[in-house]
Structure formats: structure tokens, C-alpha cells
């Protein structure tokens, strides 16, 4: 692949393009660079004029603690995330194909109706849906936050399905059709096996999302159902913080998102590019 | 032909429990909450909590005091602060990304390192990403002392802290300014409608509707408009400095985002093209500049609508940055959870919430119905 644009031009240019894309790496690492040096300094050797200087003793007991006060809300988070994840894929991706392969009468205005609620600001709903979680008795438990993040999560799942559904060829359907199956059979033999790619971007992007979520998590939890968004931001926000355990949270906290992003860079990336609602 | 009748309805039998659900949690939470606004529930304290509180219906009540009343002075500053944050953060990702997205289109060795090393921050979650910078931006730590590392004194800008307003401006001069910068932008939209499209009935219906509200704004701003002031004293508002901190971590999560978004527009611009324009004798200046960034514009748009719906709704950015206290990056969605949660003002939050929904859907809503016009014309 031979070099595009001004850049084949001479190598002073070259020079300076990789100059900047390393100074623009830099800007990027910086604050995670921070974040390990600050969790593996003793508190008291932490000092806001030597904040960037590597720890003279490496202190890994901030981990250990951070893990232990950490270990119930990170599986908190992981049920929520797991549970809510598989629902939101598996309704829309019966969804997705519904809309894609069976249109009926008003489906697109319905795909519409559904796509909005991507967008809504979630404050336009919160009071009455803390009013319902607690009335239905799920307040303060991890399976109000399971149904709050699958009902929520439908509109992008169901886009990214539906998408995905409309590039199969009919021609696959047809042969199956003609030995009379119906809907669910031909979801079941020829759409369902196909989809592993579609599961795959989206559980991957609903698992980063729901993982990362902070709004209806501060809402609607109690301490013992906090997720680990909460009880980060809890720790961090408190007064007189000793630095060290707030950053070894907070990378606690972003790994198993991190290890789904580098794991799965291309599927995630098509998530992203789903979520802007270009297929 | 039976059988597929029976299979479109098996198909809208699958579709209704989430069209259901969607229709209770997103329009049904939606109605209750507009209803909620209007209502005077949490005014007296006594009811606030109680299990099925009285409430009185109190029409636009609410509305009017956040817009005009004194002591809400706090949700108009948040609302200039969100304008400010917005413009600064959609330019911060749209430049940034767009100029990264344009080097790793010269295809330098690394090219996939480099891409994922400017995404990687999309990954984590805002609260991750506010903790990490509410200790960057320690006054006398983290950025401040990045200066001394290279034997320059050390930054004195307080960051989060900072109490500083600039670029203050009369909220009494508010509705004239909007009647003319409205009155303005409709007589554009007049003139691109009556000028382009005059063979056009239905364009040409909406040019003269465009600009017989221009005119009728204008007239009101110039009469009228300076005799009317919503507070009965001056309130000054500005942009708070203690945003910048703000601006610079949510450009930091959110530029490696743009980046993925103009990159997946140019691998869709076709090498042809490129090869042509060179042929022609571009320069690698006037290639980007006159075939790429106009191809991209599309792009750009998406990007603005997305970027911009996240900007008018963060929440959890500030939250875990600056402490849901700090007055001085306060930010309506913010303000919307306090005033519920922490104060029991639950028909003022709703309030708050039902403005939050307007300024979305004025962004969201001409664009998703574009999007879905273009899929019908495919």
C-alpha cells in the first residue's frame, strides 16, 4: 500500500506527521500514566509537586484494598451487566428481524416509535421511573437496574439487528419458506445461526455501556446493590481522599471494559459507528 | 398469501411486549413527568415524601420561576453554562478528531496502534475518566506541575476550583437577543427557500411562512422587546472558567469517538477520486480542502447531533469530577437530580427534566427524521 496524500512528498513531512501522532499519543497516555503512578504510591508519599514521578517504594497494597471494599459492588456490576446485556440483544434481535424481513402494516412508523428512546435525556424520565421501580418493589434491588437498562437498551439493539438483518438476502429465506416454514423456524435455522456478528457488536457495546452507566445506578440502587460506578465516584467524592485508592478503583473499575476494547476492537468500533445511527 | 399474513402478524406479535415496554418507560414515563411540571408537588415539605402525596395542578408555575423567578437564578447560569460547554466540547472533538483522523488516513507505520491508543478513552466510563482528571486538576498538582518538568514555573490556574466568570452578559437582555438571532436565522431560511426553490409549492409555502416570522420577530424585538425584562433587576451571567477542566476531559474521552467517525466516512471516499484530484495537480492541502472535507460533511453533521445530545445531557462527567455541589460547573441534568433527590422539589426537577427534552429533540428529531426519509428513498 503505497502512501496517500501530501505526505509522499518528502520525508520532513513524514517526519512530522509521525511527531505529531506521538505527541498525540502522549496527551492520551498521560492521564492513565497518573492514574497507575498515583495507585502504587504509599499515601504518604503522595505529594501534589511530585505527583508524576514514579513511586520510589511500589505499593500494591492499594489494589488489595481497593479490591476488597470494591469486590461486592464489581459483582453487582457484573450480574447487572451480564443479565441486562443478553436480554436487550435477545429482544432485539427478534426485533430487529422482525422489522427487517416481516414488515406489517405501520412497522416502520413502530421501528420509529422504538429508535426515539435512544436519544430521550433520561432526567425527562427519571421521577416517574424511580416512582415505579419503588412500586413495584425493585428499588434498591439489582434487578430494577436489570429491567430499567433492557428496556432502555431496546431502541439500539434493535437498530443495530435490524441493520444487520436487512443485508441477508431474501433468497435465503425463500428455499425454507417454500418447505413451509413460518416465522420462528426460519428465525431458528437460516437468521439465528447467521447472527453471531450482530450478537457479538452488540453485547459488546450494550456490556460497555451498562457497565459504564452512572445515572439510573446512583438512582435507583442502595449500598448494597451499587454498581462500581457509584461506588467509585462515592470513594472519590468523599473529603480528605487519600489518592492512591481512588486510582487503583478507577482502574479496577475500567479494566473489564478495557479488556473488551482491546479484545474486541473491531466489533466495538462497529457498535460506535451503529449508535450514530448510520447502519 | 395466507401464510404470509399469519407470519405479519406472528412478526407484529413479536414487536408489541418491547413497543409496550417502550411506550410505558420512554412516552408514558415521558407524559407523567410533563405532568409532574406542572404540578406543585414538593413545594410544601410536608407532602414531599409522603407515600401518595396531594398535589394541585399550578399550570406554567414552575416554568415561569426557573426562567424569571429569583431564587432560581442557578438553573439560568446552567443553562448559559450548557450553551458554553457545547460549543466548546463539539469544537475540541470535532477538530481534534478530524485532525486525527486525517493523519492516520496517510496510512503512517502503526497505523492500527495509534488508532486504538486515541479510541481507548471512548471505552471508559465518564466516572473513571472524572476521577482520573479531578486529580489532574488539582490546583497545585497533576497539570499544573507538568511545566516544572521541563524547568518553567508551575501553573497557577486553579482549575475546578476556579470562581472566575468572563464573557458576562444581562439574563433582561435574553428574549431580545433570541427574537434576533431568531428573526435572523428564519430570514436565511426565508431567502435559501424563495430564492432555490421557487418551483416548489411546498417550499416556497414554508419560504413565506419563514419569513413572516422573521419579520414578526424582528418587529417584536425592535418595539417591544426592550420594554419587556423578565427579572425585575439585572442578573449577570457568563462562562465559568472552571469549565475549561471540564472541556479538556470530556474532549479526551470523546475526540478518539469523532476520529472513528470521520475515519469510517474517508475509507468510504473512493481511491478513484483521490487519484484524480492528484492526477488534476491538487496539492495535499487543496485535496482535503476541496474534495474530502466537503465529502465528509455528512459526517460532520451526525457528529454534531450525537456529540451534542451527550454534551446537553452530561451528567456524570461533572458529577464525579467537580462534586454534585460546585455551583460553578453546575449543568442542568445536574441540577435536575439535586433538586429532585437531594431537595424533594420534585415538580421543579421535572421541570428541569421537560426543558432537558426540548433542547434534545430540537437537535434529535429533524435528524432522525432525515435519516429515516433517506432509508425510504434508498
Given at each position: 500500500m503505497s502512501a496517500r496524500g501530501p505526505v509522499r512528498r518528502g520525508w520532513s513531512w513524514r517526519w512530522l506527521l509521525y511527531l505529531t501522532l506521538v505527541l498525540a499519543v502522549a496527551l492520551f497516555v498521560l492521564p492513565v500514566y497518573m492514574m497507575v503512578v498515583t495507585a502504587l504510591k504509599e499515601p504518604a508519599a503522595i505529594d501534589l509537586t511530585t505527583a508524576w514521578q514514579l513511586p520510589r517504594h511500589w505499593n500494591w497494597d492499594s489494589f488489595a484494598q481497593a479490591w476488597t471494599a470494591f469486590l461486592p459492588k464489581l459483582k453487582n456490576s457484573l450480574v447487572l451487566t451480564v443479565s441486562a446485556?443478553?436480554?436487550?440483544?435477545?429482544?432485539?434481535?427478534?426485533?430487529?428481524?422482525?422489522?427487517?424481513?416481516?414488515?406489517?402494516?405501520?412497522?416502520r412508523a413502530a421501528f420509529a416509535f422504538i429508535l426515539f428512546g435512544m436519544f430521550i435525556p433520561y432526567q425527562a424520565i427519571l421521577i416517574p421511573l424511580f416512582g415505579f421501580i419503588k412500586a413495584i418493589g425493585l428499588y434498591g434491588s439489582i434487578w430494577g437496574l436489570v429491567l430499567v437498562h433492557t428496556v432502555y437498551g431496546l431502541p439500539i439493539t434493535t437498530l443495530i439487528f435490524r441493520n444487520y438483518y436487512v443485508e441477508i438476502p431474501d433468497a435465503l429465506m425463500e428455499a425454507s419458506q417454500l418447505e413451509g416454514a413460518g416465522f420462528f423456524a426460519i428465525y431458528r435455522r437460516v437468521v439465528f445461526p447467521l447472527s453471531l456478528p450482530a450478537f457479538v457488536v452488540v453485547i459488546i457495546w450494550q456490556f460497555t455501556q451498562i457497565w459504564n452507566e452512572f445515572l439510573f445506578a446512583v438512582t435507583l440502587?442502595?449500598?448494597?446493590?451499587?454498581?462500581?460506578?457509584?461506588a467509585l465516584a462515592q470513594l472519590a467524592g468523599g473529603e480528605a481522599v487519600r489518592w492512591n485508592l481512588p486510582m487503583a478503583g478507577a482502574l479496577l473499575a475500567a479494566l473489564p471494559t478495557l479488556l473488551v476494547y482491546v479484545l474486541f476492537g473491531r466489533f466495538f468500533v462497529r457498535g460506535l459507528l451503529a449508535g450514530s445511527v448510520k447502519g | 398469501m395466507k401464510r404470509q399474513r399469519a407470519s405479519q402478524l406472528t412478526s407484529f406479535l413479536v414487536v408489541l411486549p418491547s413497543l409496550l415496554l417502550v411506550g410505558i418507560f420512554v412516552y408514558g414515563f415521558i407524559g407523567r413527568t410533563v405532568l409532574t411540571s406542572l404540578s406543585d408537588w414538593g413545594r410544601d415539605p410536608t407532602q414531599a415524601l409522603a407515600l401518595s402525596p396531594v398535589t394541585r395542578f399550578v399550570g406554567l408555575d414552575?416554568?415561569?420561576?426557573?426562567?424569571?423567578?429569583?431564587i432560581d437564578g442557578r438553573f439560568r447560569q446552567d443553562l448559559v453554562s450548557t450553551v458554553f460547554f457545547t460549543v466548546f466540547f463539539l469544537a475540541g472533538c470535532l477538530g481534534v478528531g478530524l485532525l486525527l483522523a486525517i493523519l492516520i488516513d496517510h496510512k503512517p507505520r502503526g497505523e492500527a496502534v495509534f488508532r486504538s491508543v486515541y479510541l481507548f478513552p471512548f471505552a471508559l466510563s465518564f466516572v473513571v475518566t472524572g476521577t482520573i482528571w479531578r486529580w489532574l486538576l488539582q490546583p497545585s498538582g497533576g497539570l499544573n506541575q507538568l511545566p516544572p518538568l521541563v524547568?518553567?514555573?508551575?501553573?497557577?490556574?486553579?482549575?475546578?476550583?476556579?470562581?472566575?466568570?468572563?464573557?458576562r452578559f444581562?439574563?433582561?437582555?435574553?428574549?431580545?437577543?433570541?427574537?434576533?438571532?431568531?428573526g435572523l436565522a428564519m430570514a436565511l431560511l426565508a431567502v435559501v427557500d424563495l430564492r432555490g426553490h421557487r418551483r416548489e409549492p411546498r417550499r416556497r409555502r414554508r419560504g413565506l411562512v419563514a419569513a413572516a416570522a422573521s419579520v414578526a420577530l424582528l418587529a417584536w424585538a425592535a418595539v417591544w422587546g426592550r420594554g419587556w425584562a423578565p427579572l425585575p433587576f439585572g442578573e449577570l451571567h457568563g462562562f465559568n472558567l472552571a469549565f475549561i477542566g471540564i472541556v479538556v476531559a470530556s474532549v479526551w474521552q470523546m475526540a478518539g469517538?469523532?476520529?472513528?467517525?470521520?475515519?469510517?466516512?474517508?475509507?468510504?471516499i473512493p481511491e478513484e477520486l483521490r487519484e484524480a484530484a492528484t492526477v488534476e495537480g491538487a496539492s495535499g492541502w487543496q485535496l482535503y480542502s476541496r474534495v474530502i472535507l466537503p465529502l465528509l460533511a455528512p459526517i460532520t453533521l451526525s457528529a454534531m447531533i450525537v456529540l451534542g445530545h451527550i454534551s446537553l445531557k452530561i451528567f456524570d462527567l461533572v458529577f464525579a469530577m467537580a462534586g454534585p455541589d460546585n455551583a460553578y460547573t453546575d449543568v442542568p441534568a445536574l441540577l435536575m437530580y439535586i433538586t429532585t433527590f437531594r431537595g424533594n422539589q420534585f415538580a421543579k426537577g421535572a421541570a428541569i427534566g421537560t426543558i432537558l427534552l426540548v433542547l434534545v429533540a430540537l437537535i434529535?428529531?429533524?435528524y432522525l427524521r432525515s435519516q429515516l426519509r433517506r432509508e425510504v428513498d434508498r
Open positions: 446485556s443478553a436480554a436487550s440483544a435477545l429482544l432485539g434481535s427478534l426485533n430487529g428481524y422482525a422489522f427487517a424481513k416481516w414488515p406489517f402494516p405501520g412497522s440502587s442502595n449500598p448494597e446493590s451499587q454498581p462500581i460506578t457509584v | 414552575n416554568y415561569r420561576e426557573l426562567f424569571t423567578g429569583i524547568g518553567l514555573p508551575a501553573g497557577e490556574f486553579t482549575w475546578l476550583t476556579s470562581r472566575q466568570q468572563i464573557w444581562d439574563w433582561n437582555a435574553m428574549p431580545v437577543a433570541l427574537a434576533v438571532f431568531g469517538y469523532t476520529m472513528a467517525l470521520y475515519l469510517a466516512g474517508l475509507s468510504g434529535v428529531v429533524p
